[in-house]
């Protein structure tokens, strides 16, 4: 912290201050971790079939439209 | 001098052998090896936690630590190893926090009810005096620090809480040093007005 510009009086008393607050830290709780690794995995494992799902409508929208397409041209 | 230096040695060989775990992880974590996803939340909740709740207050914090663990997971693949693990997640955390408050709507704050508030918390049960009072003083701090700008609120967070360098703080907020170093001037200086206007005597010299 030796890069620390000059301090008045008022920061250094209000450093004092924020001393009760560095004392008590606020702590998760014991599921936190187990809650946010749960989701993870579920996520990780719908990502890759959401992904084909997402892809084969892609590519239904794209036929459709290839078909709608041909089709005004024909006519 | 001499045992400064040795110190500064030893703190550069620590925080280089976390770095090289932490990116060893990432590595395994990215392969779609969740035990390594989960010792790096495991390494990292502590600070994530703390962060989140000093900046949107202890009710949002868990769920914005489990948004922002979450967001880190699915964005793994965009850590370059550029900066430390620990700033590339708080940054993620950072904005995480800074949108949940965008959100929120806005409640005055540092109020005559927060006040009492804090008061009324801390009473009941049998605790020293100078614990209770000493209670008293963090819970109406805390009340005061949710009155800083958002950004203002999360510089001081992590400067003058977590005691975070300056260079970090600026890859965490993804700002210039010299911005960083001036919204901590601005932040403290307006913490100081809002506890100098509290009707509870902070003793700041003027």
Do not use: C
């Amino acid at each position: 912290m030796n890069d620390e510009p000059e301090t008045g009086p008022a920061e250094r008393r209000l450093d004092e201050h924020l001393e009760l607050l560095r004392a008590t830290p606020p702590e998760p709780s014991t599921a936190l971790v187990p809650r946010v690794v749960r989701k993870a995995r579920l996520q990780s494992y719908l990502r890759a079939p959401l992904r084909v799902v997402g892809m084969i409508g892609l590519a239904f929208v794209h036929g459709l439209a290839a078909l709608v397409g041909g089709s005004r041209k024909s006519s | 001098m001499d045992l400064a230096r040795t110190s500064d040695g030893l703190t550069a060989v620590a925080f280089s052998f976390v770095t090289d775990e932490d990116n060893l992880l990432v590595r395994r974590a990215r392969n779609g090896d969740i035990r390594a996803f989960e010792q790096l939340v495991d390494r990292h909740r502590a600070v994530v936690f703390r962060v989140a709740a000093r900046v949107v207050g202890p009710h949002d914090a868990d769920d914005v630590s489990q948004d922002a663990l979450l967001r880190a997971y699915h964005r793994l693949d965009s850590y370059r190893g550029e900066a430390s693990f620990r700033a590339w997640l708080l940054r993620i955390v950072h904005n995480t926090a800074l949108n949940q408050l965008e959100r929120r709507v806005p409640e005055p704050v540092g109020g005559s009810d927060d006040i009492e508030q804090a008061a009324r918390s801390s009473e009941g049960g049998r605790e020293p005096v100078s614990r209770l009072e000493a209670r008293e003083r963090t819970e109406r701090l805390e009340l005061k620090l949710g009155g800083l700008r958002p950004e203002h609120r999360a510089v001081l967070v992590l400067r003058d809480l977590e005691g975070m360098a300056y260079e970090e703080i600026a890859e965490i907020t993804d700002s210039p040093l010299g911005s960083v170093k001036g919204r901590l001037h601005r932040a403290r200086n307006e913490l100081v007005e809002i506890l100098r206007n509290n009707t509870y005597d902070w003793e700041l010299p003027r």
